[in-house]
């Protein structure tokens, strides 16, 4: 029976039922070529002018698999602490659907590539939760399906439907955990910490670009509910292609949600796929979820089993870079920070790029300020992410050179970043077209206290009388006078001199 019920509030769901999680991620790999062909894989392009008769699927067509994608597997392996298999083979997926042009999928079943490891994964107040991995898979992507004519861009309403073959075939891990139990409230964030910690793993091991917004990193996000002191699961939903950190978080929140008001309320959950919708943070429903049994897999006849040598994995695992937990516990100690700014700098994802900018030769102190105050303020107010804003860290570390060399003020360093972001050249341009140094002759700063001390006798009488405090006023004159050019300290010291104070 399915009913339709409210939402539950969601300190009554915790109340009343456990939540059980299980993450399945898709990372696109960043090879050149796809999975079983020489096709390129570049984002972005025409659609269906990368394909060939085997990412097509076309008869007499034989796959030869990409041993980029291989190593890049194991690697991914070996950072997620499994065990890598002596040997494996490919299988095929069968099922239908419009962008899969073969009717299987070229994937991996019960013999996984990587499999039995664990991610330490660190919330927002520093609790480690340490989320368990079942497999880490090799698999190819499906091309992509466009719905025209709706309000949404779904098949429901739509006129008619594209598709675009450019995506099949390219070369995809398939990350995908234990079940995640015991996380109670705190479920929803494990659920998106989880996920940015696996992309940060991701990247540093530069085998993915990690965009979500682009569809190279994807979450399925499995949610069911067990009422209190149950012994047995709850029937579970899958959030399919869950393609943010926030949105990760908002939709296993929902599900929880939405599934505790039907069981309240008597009805039953269908193990079904949900799509999520960003504008009102809910799921909806797709299809009825199949069983492993409904996908009739076989063992692929026409490619040959892998069995990575010992010593090769022994090779790739001296590849792995430093991890990115062990690069922060690094980083805080070189650069003195608390464990609340370390974890300012990696929620607002500004830690690559501070870290950068302190290579491109800036203090770390005055690195980080900039990333994390006024450039996150613009990044935000342009609606994209940090590390997407035009602006390098060299550019930035210049900035901050040209402010501890004298020739810009903090205020005239903000007005430089503003320039390179609309694009205006590098910042030594920027200053020079926008006029920009401070003005260090003490000619022109004299001449304009001069000025506002007659502009101001009552001002100046008080700080000849020894009250030095009433200078702000002259000082925030000649500011104003020189566009805020001046060294306000300097502008002070030269107050004090003429009023002899």
């Known amino acids: 029976m399915t009913v339709t019920a409210e939402l539950m509030d969601y300190d009554e769901v915790l109340d009343r039922f456990d939540p059980v999680l299980g993450l399945e991620v898709h990372v696109e790999l960043s090879t050149n070529t796809k999975m079983f062909c020489g096709c390129p894989t570049g984002f972005g392009a025409e659609p269906n002018t990368q394909v060939c008769p085997t990412c097509l699927g076309l008869p007499g067509s034989l796959p030869v698999v990409n041993g980029a994608a291989v190593e890049s597997a194991i690697r991914i392996g070996l950072a997620l602490n499994c065990e890598i298999a002596q040997w494996c083979r490919f299988a095929r997926k069968n099922y239908f659907y419009p962008d899969m042009p073969k009717n299987f999928q070229t994937s991996q079943y019960d013999e996984p590539i990587a499999f039995n490891g664990w991610l330490d994964v660190t919330l927002d107040d520093g609790e480690i939760v340490r989320v368990e991995i079942e497999r880490a898979h090799m698999e190819e992507d499906t091309g992509k399906s466009l719905h025209v004519g709706g309000a949404t861009g779904r098949i429901h309403g739509a006129e008619h439907s594209l598709l675009d073959y450019n995506r099949a075939g390219v070369p995809l891990i398939e990350i995908v955990t234990k079940t995640i139990e015991g996380t109670g409230a705190r479920a929803p964030e494990v659920a998106r910490a989880y996920v940015a910690t696996l992309r940060d793993l991701l990247k540093a091991l530069d085998v993915s670009d990690v ?126 920070l608390t464990d609340l700014e370390l974890r300012d700098l990696v929620n607002a994802g500004a830690i690559d790029l501070v870290a950068a900018t302190v290579d491109a030769g800036a203090p770390p102190a005055e690195a980080r300020s900039w990333w994390v105050s006024y450039l996150s303020q613009s990044a935000n107010s342009r609606g994209v992410e940090l590390g997407d804003l035009p602006i390098t860290p060299a550019q930035v570390a210049k900035v901050i050179a040209l402010v501890a060399d004298g020739t810009l003020t903090n205020k005239l360093a903000r007005e430089v970043v503003d320039g390179v972001l609309a694009g205006e050249g590098e910042p030594e341009q920027v200053v020079d077209q926008r006029g920009l140094k401070v003005v260090s002759d003490d000619s022109a700063l004299y001449a304009a206290v001069d000025e506002a001390l007659a502009a101001q006798p009552d001002v100046a009488d008080k700080i000849r009388d020894g009250k030095v405090a009433a200078a702000g006023a002259i000082v925030g004159a000649v500011m104003k006078a020189t566009k805020g050019q001046a060294d306000a300290k300097r502008v002070r010291e030269l107050v004090l001199e003429r009023c002899g104070a």
């Not at 009422?227 to 296993?252: C, H, Q």
């Not at 429903?285 to 076989?298: L, N």
């Not at 006849?301 to 062990?326: G, K, Y």
């Open 211 to 336: 965009r979500m917004d682009q569809g190279s990193l994807r979450c399925d996000a499995n949610v069911s509910l067990m009422p209190k002191g149950a012994a047995e699961f709850g029937t579970r939903t899958e959030t399919k292609n869950v393609n943010s950190l926030r949105s990760v978080e908002r939709a296993v929140r929902h599900e929880m949600t939405r599934q505790a008001g039907i069981l309240v309320g008597g009805g039953t959950i269908l193990q079904e796929t949900r799509h999520f919708e960003e504008a009102t943070g809910t799921t909806r429903a797709g299809r009825r979820k199949e069983t492993s049994e409904d996908y009739r897999y076989f063992p692929e006849p026409d490619l040959v089993p892998i069995a990575p040598s010992r010593e090769w994995v022994a090779e790739l695992s001296q590849t792995l870079p430093e991890m990115p937990a062990q690069r922060r516990k690094r980083i805080q100690a070189e650069w003195s």
